[in-house]
């Protein structure tokens, strides 16, 4: 006897990627930072007293919420503070789309490929999934908002530095969509960190646009995936309707006290990204000297295409033989990607690992 309702009886569920216990592992496949958080968040978590934990949290984070408002440059009702990025997302689902079944209208319009929890969280809500896929070079398309208003879409979800390209998209190629798109696009900057720049301009003075959210994580450039720290940036107005639909406690007093202090520890987090990036075009250029495919990438990762099957090299094959020599990356078998890993960027002492895992197995 199945209880459950039909979307959820045939939902695939979201495939994490590989969390191996053994700590040998070069894990360079989930796009973790390699560097620890700043000081700070360590004291500020042990420092947290058996009174506070008796206690109910902010409901609202509100301190996090003042020093993110500071830290960017907004209003404190301007921001809300979520159980990692993921919670926005599907929070931005619960408000915005309707369920299937209303003749298809009302679900999400995003590019293809993207980040595959929007599909997951999509189909828990049983709405509606309009895929507009990408140009050659990763960029999205002219009419990509065009496409989604005459499919009637509530929600655009859109990653810049896109996942799992790299992609950066400007700050006015995104207010074009915007201006053009009837609905709220949810802009995912989970790797905004590691980018040349962001899209805050669009929700910031005078011209502030009241169809905007941005989503940010504690996850990639502060080094805290583990502690499921996230929040979105919008308009007042769509902040308060986020705001409604969420768990009553939906983030605890160790994720708010530490992500208080990640904020406050912004240097630390910038020396990180900083030594990512530089990494990033190191292990960029050398890879492109073995003569493989390299997308620019704005991000912690990069995506890449090995040469030729002619040569004896298949994505498929390198992912398995680098498993087997202990370093992870990503392998997606999927149109588009099959025949090419993605790479997140560790240390230099873990990328010259596999480096020289991929040149011993040529
Ligand atoms: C990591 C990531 C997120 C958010 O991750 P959390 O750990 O839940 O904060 C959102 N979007 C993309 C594309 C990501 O890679």
Redesign the pocket.
Known sequence: MAYERNNIRSLSPYVPGEQPQDTRVVKLNT?ENPYPPAPGVLEAITGVGADALRRYPSPTASEFRAVAAQTHDLDADQVIATN???ELLRLAMTVFCNPDGDEGVGGIGETWPT?SLYDVLARIHDTPIVRVPLEEDWAIPQDFAGQLNDAGCRLAIV?SPH?PSGRYESCDRLRQIATEFKGVLLI?E?YTDFARDDAIDLIRGEDAMDNVLL?R?L??GYSL?GLRF?YGLAHRNLIAVLDKARDSYNTDILGQVAAVAALNGQEQARTSCAKVVDERRRVGDELARLGWWVWPSDSNFILTKPPAPGSGQNARDIYESLKAQGVFVRYFDQDRLRDKLRITIGTPDQNNTLLRALTSRT
């Open positions: 796009n990692g990025g993921d980040y990653v996942a995912d989970a989503l994580t996850s990639k995936a996230g």
